[in-house]
């Protein structure tokens, strides 16, 4: 059993209570930033049976109880690292689902260094761990990588049926907008997927080398000019002499599927026919880092470096 402290407590972190609780950890504090929430018990938010109330900031939160802290709550480095420091700075793990966590160094800069040392000082860890980025386009590729000898190229196809996920997903892809309006929102930061650069950078960290040459674009997908039904993104670099591309398609009539291919000696192809379905495979892949976090290294590490045994 671990102790957990729960930051964020929205739709995803919701279900991530739920199992963590269905996993007999102890659930000893929640907060969120929400003041409609604040003072709150979780049993009158969620219907689930935890009496903890919630408190609306990781600084006017009890910690000394808690072993590991769990962020669920945005997506950029720059808006969780103020809130995360002060969780390892009282000595607590972290785990989180912000995407630009999974290999903040690419777009934390000067952050991830900052969080790192704390970490050190402290002797706990903070990794960021996800479905895409932390699995189906970077773990599991670099998993496979590791069977091929002397690869030439990775590539990646995440494929996605936005008709089955949640509004906020769909709202993110930009569905029913049209063109002129999808173009204004990507230009302000408000569409598109977060972590696509961060996962090829994980890929190319597995094989040793840094990215280089590293491109990305995202474009919309339309039905008509006037309504959009998702979008495709791509990033792409080398490492060394291999080539890696991943490309994400998320529209209302994608189908849902992921292939995972690699040109080497051999030539090794997966597919998981139905895809892996973001949203509970978020959930179990936090709630296993939470279980294996405490036998991981101090700092800021990667899933890449997470344990896969418990014990």
């Not at 972190?13 to 504090?29: D, F, S």
């Not at 930009?174 to 090829?200: D, Q, T």
């Amino acid at each position: 059993m671990v102790r957990v402290v729960l930051c964020g407590l929205g739709a995803m972190g919701t279900e991530i209570l739920k199992h963590l609780l269905e996993r007999g950890h102890a659930v000893v504090g929640v907060i969120d930033a929400d003041p409609d929430k604040a003072g709150k018990t979780v049993a009158e938010l969620t219907g689930l049976p935890l009496g903890v109330r919630v408190h609306q900031s990781v600084q006017s939160a009890p910690l000394a109880d808690a072993e590991v802290a769990v962020f669920a709550a945005r997506s950029r480095v720059e808006d969780v690292a103020g809130d995360i420091a002060h969780l390892l700075s009282a000595g607590l793990d972290v785990v989180t689902d912000t995407e630009e966590m999974a290999y903040p160094s690419h777009a934390g800069g000067d952050e991830a260094g900052r969080l790192d040392a704390i970490a050190r000082e402290k002797g706990v860890t903070l990794v960021g761990v996800g479905v895409n980025p932390g699995f189906v386009m970077d773990w599991v590729p670099a998993v496979i990588a590791s069977a091929s000898k002397n690869p030439t190229r990775i590539h990646v196809v995440h494929s996605v049926d936005l008709s089955r996920r949640r509004q906020a997903v769909q709202r993110r892809a930009g569905v029913g907008l049209g063109r002129a309006k999808f173009e204004k929102e990507l230009a302000e930061g408000k569409l598109g997927h977060i972590g696509l650069a961060e996962s090829a950078h994980l890929v190319a960290l597995s094989l040793g080398r840094d990215l280089e040459g590293a491109g990305e674009g995202t474009f919309p997908v339309m039905g008509s000019e006037d309504y959009v039904m998702g979008v495709r993104q791509f990033a792409e670099g080398k490492a060394g002499d291999c080539a890696i591309r991943l490309d994400l398609e998320m529209t209302t009539t994608s189908a849902d599927f992921d292939v995972i291919e690699v040109s080497g000696d051999p030539v090794i192809k997966v597919r998981f026919e139905k895809g892996v379905f973001t949203e509970s495979a978020t959930v179990a892949m936090v709630v296993h880092a939470v279980e294996r976090v405490g036998r991981a290294p101090a700092g800021l590490i990667t899933i890449l470096d997470l344990p896969l045994a418990v014990r």
